[in-house]
């Protein structure tokens, strides 16, 4: 049986020039489709096995075909066709699902993709995550409203504005505590949407990706303090003194958005400690947030 790609792109030439390159392709028949609603419908209709899709599409958000295409039950390569892969590159997911290929791309290089995912595409992959549709709406620099139906029955709704998180709302929380509490609870489904005019009052001034790491840090943080108190028997001079200072200090200036003090922190805090992950983890990410600056 044939595998069934869908390629949605809205310039025509490369729309064209796509569909031609995979005609080589044995065993695989290609729908190509240049507005969204046409892309919803067929994955609706005839389900792909795999996805390629632009984000920008003459004003309407390519991601929006990901929550549909999760809705099928069926495990999906997605790849996504994209400009601004290097600007964005350590921001992209982390999913084995998720692929980014940068404009202007090679249609053999993304003819050679699709096959080594179709022959992988029995191992399967894990399902995006919130954070999967954050980072990405921020790559492409998307506006959105996005729902998250969460498995208590609650919904939180967020507004995406050029990549950032603007408002969030879930129930009687706002702002960045619904960020915190999607983070912690259980994502049952994801539904993400154009944004139309209409937009509340900002309440996030934090670009997406300082929010998700302010977050993690300060999870980070409080995991430590947790594991302090479980490990309160353990002697005091078990525990480094000048590394669990600098590790401190880099975390709180990493919420109070000084990444600078916080990398030179966290360095600081692995000359006594080299290998300690925690503090590779929170320099690596925020030495990514400076590069971004």
């Known amino acids: 049986m044939n595998s069934h790609v869908l390629i949605v792109e809205d310039e025509a030439a490369q729309l064209r020039g796509i569909l031609r390159a995979l005609e080589s392709l044995d065993g695989v028949r290609c729908t190509g489709c240049s507005t969204l609603a046409k892309a919803r419908q067929t994955i609706t209709d005839d389900p792909p096995d795999l996805l390629a899709t632009d984000i920008n599409l003459a004003g309407e958000n390519g991601l929006e075909l ?45 003819r050679e993709l699709i096959r080594q995912k179709l022959e992988g595409s029995e191992t399967g992959g894990s399902p995006l995550e919130i954070t999967d549709y ?21 919904t939180a709704v967020l507004f995406i504005v050029d990549g950032d998180i603007w408002s969030a709302f879930l129930g009687e929380i706002q702002g960045e505590d619904v960020v915190r509490e999607l983070l912690a609870s259980t994502t049952v489904s994801i539904v ?52 669990a200072e600098a590790f401190a200090q880099g975390i709180e ?26 503090a590779l983890y929170n320099l690596e990410r925020v030495r990514n947030i400076l590069e971004s600056e």
């Not at 954050?134 to 609650?154: F, H, I, K, V």
């Not at 001034?205 to 409080?222: G, P, R, Y």
């Open 66 to 110: 990901l929550p549909i295409l999760e809705q099928t039950g069926q495990t999906t390569p997605i790849i996504i066709m994209t400009a601004y892969r290097t600007a964005y590159d350590d921001r992209i997911p982390r999913s084995d699902m998720v692929t980014i290929l940068e404009k202007p791309l090679a249609v053999t290089d993304l």
């Open 134 to 154: 954050l980072q990405l709406a921020a790559m492409g620099r998307s506006s959105a409203r996005l729902e998250a139906n969460l498995q208590d029955g609650r």
């Open 192 to 243: 993400m949407r154009a944004l139309d005019g209409s937009r509340p009052e900002r309440q996030i001034d934090v670009s997406c990706e300082q929010l998700l790491l302010n977050l993690a840090t300060a999870e980070d943080e409080c995991d430590r303090q947790s594991a302090g108190d479980d490990d309160a028997g353990e002697a005091e001079s078990d525990i480094d003194p000048m590394f």
């Open 253 to 278: 200036a990493s919420i109070e958005k000084d990444f600078q003090t916080s990398a030179e922190a966290f360095q600081r805090a692995l000359t006594h400690k080299p290998d300690d992950p925690q």
